[in-house]
């Protein structure tokens, strides 16, 4: 097959394992920078452009697609699937998982359980916040948060309407959730490929953070997931429209919560942890055509 990963930088950990992993498979495999694509539409012609040059016998793209570039991305993604191109993520299931709010609605909409998440277009008062989500601390979040950046905790009502405030100021919008006290510092992230779940692992903040994120100095551990744990990431998968997610969740006297939806996955933290092939089970899953949504 001839596959092209949809990626601003060929040195990405996970550009490179799926590169290595496509054609170790026996594969023709090419990394294409999304950004420098062209896109020609019309009623006789639909076409994608690199460097000028329309793309020849593509048969598959792993979109790589940034949370800088999503909306630039998805118009790509969208014309190599109308192309008859086969895509392990589709610009819907991007575009939505990439917005906190939309994602959670959608999740608990189908009976997903997930913090309790808060939004508002003009600001809430403190009482609001208090009768909403509960006593303090809260979490409060950007829409298109990733690795850690843009998540903020307050520890009481004041606090967190001071960082409303200011994210109101400067027009970004935030939501605001319940903090789970029993799992503070720890997460879970669930890799799901085609309906399956591939690898997990528990992730711990380091001392003093209480931010999990591998990216902001946090561990990752090898992790057994219940029967219930991966009944609920592979329904958030399904949920999302995504044949590659990573779920992230956490374990709450409620059971598991889930936090967030990810449509590109990193694979560095979960594949060093867990020793799997994820980019291996990926490139698989394009050779059977297996649960990807079209």
Do not use: W
């Not at 967190?160 to 992230?189: H, P, T």
Request: net charge positive; aromatic share 6%.
């Amino acid at each position: 097959m001839n596959i092209l990963i949809l990626s601003r930088n060929v040195n990405l950990y996970s550009t490179s394992s799926l590169l290595r992993a496509g054609r170790n498979l026996g594969h023709t495999v090419k990394v294409v920078d999304h950004m420098q694509c062209d896109v020609m539409t019309g009623k006789d012609k639909q076409e994608v452009y690199y460097r000028q040059y329309p793309f020849q016998l593509v048969d598959a793209i792993i979109p790589r697609i940034g949370a800088s570039a999503t909306s630039y991305g998805a118009i790509i993604i969208r014309q190599f699937m109308l192309k008859g191109v086969i895509s392990t993520l589709t610009p819907t299931a991007l575009l939505q998982s990439r917005n906190k709010f939309a994602s959670l609605q959608l999740l608990a909409a189908n009976d997903i359980a997930t913090p309790k998440t808060l939004i508002s277009a003009y600001g809430v008062s403190g009482q609001e916040i208090h009768d909403a989500l509960g006593a303090p601390p809260y979490i409060i979040k950007t829409l298109r948060s990733t690795h850690g950046e843009g998540v903020y905790k307050a520890d009481s009502v004041g606090q967190a309407q001071r960082l409303l405030g200011s994210f109101m100021r400067s027009q970004q919008q935030v939501i605001i959730q319940e903090f789970i006290k029993e799992a503070i510092g720890e997460d879970i992230r669930v890799l799901v490929v085609g309906g399956k779940v591939v690898a997990s692992m528990r992730r711990v903040a380091a001392a003093g953070e209480f931010r999990s994120n591998l990216h902001r100095g946090g561990s990752g551990y090898r992790v057994q997931l219940s029967e219930e744990e991966q009944v609920v990431a592979l329904k958030a998968a399904e949920v999302m429209g995504l044949s590659v997610a990573g779920i992230d969740m956490l374990r709450s006297k409620r059971g598991p919560l889930v936090l967030e939806v990810n449509a590109s996955p990193g694979l560095e933290g979960i594949e060093g942890v867990t020793g799997v092939d994820v980019a291996g089970h990926i490139i698989k899953m394009i050779e059977e055509n297996r649960n990807i949504p079209q």
